[in-house]
């Protein structure tokens, strides 16, 4: 699976590349972001803007990250960038009210640095 992946204030900025994270790729990312996590990587900021469509396979891929996450002490994921479609269904779910969710990179990582 590709990324764009950058570091800013010690927060890694990870950007999928993929139009649709559906069951065909959840566990591929998953498993990609849990290797940052694994590396130590603990502070990440998910950017969809690149993102049409997510599934609830890839719901479930994020909400084991968080885990993953919470489990680490002080860390933190947050997501931004989400279309109109993914931030309705986080409303719908109600995920809204478990992650971070922000409307920009920029205003996310003012919020994460805090």
Same mark, same amino acid.
């Given at each position: 699976?590709?990324?764009?992946?950058?570091?800013?204030?010690?927060?890694?900025?990870?950007?999928?590349?993929?139009?649709?994270?559906?069951?065909?790729?959840? /566990?591929?990312?998953?498993?990609?972001?849990?290797?940052?996590?694994?590396? /130590?990587?603990?502070?990440?900021?998910?950017?969809?803007?690149?993102?049409?469509?997510?599934?609830?396979?890839?719901? /479930?891929? !994020?909400?084991?990250?968080?885990?993953?996450?919470?489990?680490?002490?002080?860390?933190?994921?947050? !997501?931004?960038? !989400?279309?109109?479609?993914?931030?309705?269904?986080?409303?719908?779910?109600?995920?809204?009210?478990?992650?971070?969710? /922000?409307?920009?990179?920029?205003?996310? !990582?003012?919020?994460?640095?805090?």
């Amino acid at each position: 699976m590709n990324f764009d992946i950058q570091s800013e204030n010690g927060i890694e900025i990870i950007v999928p590349l993929v139009r649709r994270l559906d069951a065909s790729v959840a /566990g591929v990312f998953k498993q990609e972001i849990l290797s940052f996590i694994q590396q /130590g990587k603990n502070d990440i900021l998910l950017d969809f803007s690149h993102v049409d469509f997510i599934d609830s396979s890839c719901l /479930g891929a !994020l909400v084991s990250i968080l885990k993953t996450i919470n489990g680490n002490g002080d860390s933190e994921l947050a !997501l931004c960038s !989400l279309n109109s479609n993914i931030q309705h269904m986080f409303k719908l779910t109600r995920m809204d009210r478990i992650f971070t969710i /922000g409307n920009d990179r920029a205003s996310t !990582l003012q919020v994460m640095t805090r």
